[in-house]
């Protein structure tokens, strides 16, 4: 078993559960491990053989650019996507970040962490 991660992807969207969140938008954090067999591509050398963290990355701009009122549910569609469109992926954990969130202090960032593992 390995692990791939894609960690710190950067978007501007406009998730929330308030209307200024909706118009005005702010900056989110996703991170997103996979892991998946890699013995294959270790072997090989060749890109069909593995994860592509290109594919990871396009779901992840994909899913964040679709508005929801919780992170949960941007969270459980990228996961749901992975499993989907990625066979070779056995496990897979994401995290959404929403920096500087409007809750009303001085918080660096609210997260959110799924996990899911491939059903049978």
């Given at each position: 078993?390995?692990?791939?991660?894609?960690?710190?992807?950067?978007?501007?969207?406009n998730?929330?559960?308030?209307?200024?969140?909706?118009?005005?938008?702010?900056?989110?954090?996703?991170?997103?491990?996979?892991?998946?067999?890699?013995?294959?591509?270790?072997?090989?050398?060749?890109?069909a053989?593995?994860?592509?963290?290109?594919?990871?990355?396009?779901?992840?701009?994909?899913?964040?650019?679709i508005?929801?009122?919780?992170?949960?549910?941007?969270?459980?569609?990228?996961?749901?996507?992975?499993?989907?469109?990625?066979?070779?992926?056995?496990?897979?954990?994401?995290?959404?970040?929403?920096?500087?969130?409007?809750?009303?202090?001085?918080?660096?960032?609210?997260?959110?962490?799924?996990?899911?593992?491939?059903?049978?």
């Open positions: 078993m390995g692990i791939i991660r894609v960690n710190n992807i950067r978007l501007y969207t998730h929330g559960c308030l209307d200024e969140e909706a118009k005005i938008g702010s900056e989110y954090k996703v991170n997103i491990e996979v892991k998946a067999d890699l013995q294959k591509s270790a072997q090989t050398d060749e890109l053989d593995t994860v592509d963290y290109v594919h990871l990355n396009n779901i992840v701009k994909e899913e964040m650019a508005r929801s009122k919780l992170l949960e549910h941007v969270a459980k569609r990228i996961l749901d996507r992975v499993f989907h469109e990625i066979p070779m992926v056995d496990e897979a954990e994401v995290s959404v970040a929403k920096i500087n969130p409007p809750i009303g202090g001085n918080v660096e960032e609210v997260v959110i962490v799924l996990k899911d593992v491939r059903k049978s």
